[in-house]
Nanobody, 120 residues
Framework: QVQVVESGGGLVQAGGSLRLSCAASGSMLSINVMGWYRQAPGKQRELVGTITSAGTTTYADAVKGRFIISRDNAKNTMAVEMNSLKPEDTAVYYC??????????????WGQGTQVTVSS
């Protein structure tokens, strides 16, 4: 079984910064892709950004230039540094893990989410 745990959420003023972390643990051969999604009240879950095992990142247009995703493959951890935060960044942020459990078997796992609230 694989566990995914986020941490680092909280309340911050607009223009401030916050860092979220994600740790994956359990029985898996490797993690191909890790990513961050978010869901605001009354809205669908949306992609924030992803990072591959090679360190290639992608970002949603809404956060490009403000958020930076990093990853430590040896520790199976990922972080997102969120800068110049806006009230519209307020959401529950979820960590996503696409892991290889067997040589030809991949599975998706999600964390429980961490709340980020940006006050104006």
């Amino acid at each position: 079984q694989v566990q995914v745990v986020e941490s680092g959420g909280g309340l911050v003023q607009a223009g401030g910064s916050l860092r979220l972390s994600c740790a994956a643990s359990g029985s898996m051969l490797s993690i191909n892709v890790m990513g961050w999604y978010r869901q605001a009240p009354g809205k669908q879950r949306e992609l924030v950004g992803t990072i591959t095992s090679a360190g290639t990142t992608t970002y949603a247009d809404a956060v490009k230039g403000r958020f930076i995703i990093s990853r430590d493959n040896a520790k199976n951890t990922m972080a997102v540094e969120m800068n110049s935060l806006k009230p519209e960044d307020t959401a529950v942020y979820y960590c996503y893990v696409y892991a290889r459990l067997l040589p030809t078997s991949f599975y998706e796992y999600w964390g429980q989410g961490t709340q980020v609230t940006v006050s104006s």
